[in-house]
């Protein structure tokens, strides 16, 4: 596979499954009347500089209700280990013939396609082994995009070895700097106290409110910012969330 082509496939790969320690079910829960995967992958699909969207999920039968939804919104799916979700990524790629993988989770229903092809162009631009807005934080929690060669994808999954890493599989790579190429993208302004990403009820709570108040059209950074802005006690909602740590597998 020839990952730095002048122009390589680009594939989002959104990892989506019914179990979640503290929201079990929470991808397929109602937003405005639709799954929140629905918004997730509606949201990914209007971002510009992606050849294919992809979801991945587990071969579990609790996630076959994935698999029908994607069905029936004609989204390519794949189905690979529950927990290994390194590897589910990999073999997910080779699926589609990717180069580059977007890694989107199914967690954010606020993703902005704009900040997503914001990361994929300056990926694109010095095509390093990975490219994040996660590496410095400035954009609100649940408007994270990784993007990684599929080589690099490649090595990760065949060196990884621990448990974390297998699961968040992204960590072997940014964890090891020397070995690796990678690009921190960041904002102008540091909103990276916002959380908008979906992990327990209050975090439902909160995007359903933005989106009662919003409405269903293609929310972007600015709109949520404004209306939390002149709305305060919104943030309250999931205030005292914490993110589980990166070695909570």
Same mark, same amino acid.
């Given at each position: 596979m020839s990952g730095k082509t002048e122009h390589p496939r680009v594939v989002a790969i959104i990892q989506a499954r019914m179990g979640s320690s503290r929201l079990p079910g929470k991808?397929?829960?109602s937003i405005q009347g639709n799954p929140m995967l629905w918004h997730?992958? =509606? &949201?990914?699909?209007a971002a510009h500089t992606l050849d294919e969207v992809m979801v991945a999920t587990t071969t579990r039968s609790v996630d076959d209700a994935i698999v029908d939804f994607c069905g029936e919104q004609g989204v390519a799916v794949f189905r690979g280990s529950e927990d290994d979700v390194l590897q589910r990524y990999y073999q997910a790629a080779l699926e589609v013939n990717a180069d580059v993988v977007v890694r989107i989770t199914s967690d954010c229903p606020l993703i902005d396609p704009q900040i997503v092809d914001k990361t994929v162009l300056a990926y694109l631009e010095t095509l390093p082994d990975y490219a994040a807005n996660t590496i410095l934080r400035t954009y609100p929690r649940g408007?994270?995009?990784?993007?990684?060669?599929?080589?690099?994808? =490649? &090595?990760a999954h065949r060196e990884a070895h621990k448990a974390y890493e297998r699961a968040h599989v992204t960590p072997?790579?940014?964890?090891?700097p020397r070995e690796f190429s990678i690009l921190s993208v960041t904002g102008e302004q540091d909103y990276s106290q916002h959380r908008w990403t979906v992990d327990t009820p209050e975090d439902l709570e909160?995007?359903?409110a933005i989106y009662d108040r919003l409405g269903e059209e293609m929310l972007l950074l600015n709109d949520i910012l404004h209306l939390v802005e002149r709305e305060?006690?919104?943030m309250r909602i999931n205030s005292a969330i914490e993110q589980k740590a990166l070695h909570e597998c």
């Open positions: 991808v397929l829960a997730v992958v =509606e &949201r990914t699909r408007l994270d995009t990784e993007v990684i060669s599929f080589q690099a994808l =490649e &090595r072997y790579i940014y964890e090891n909160f995007v359903r305060p006690d919104l």
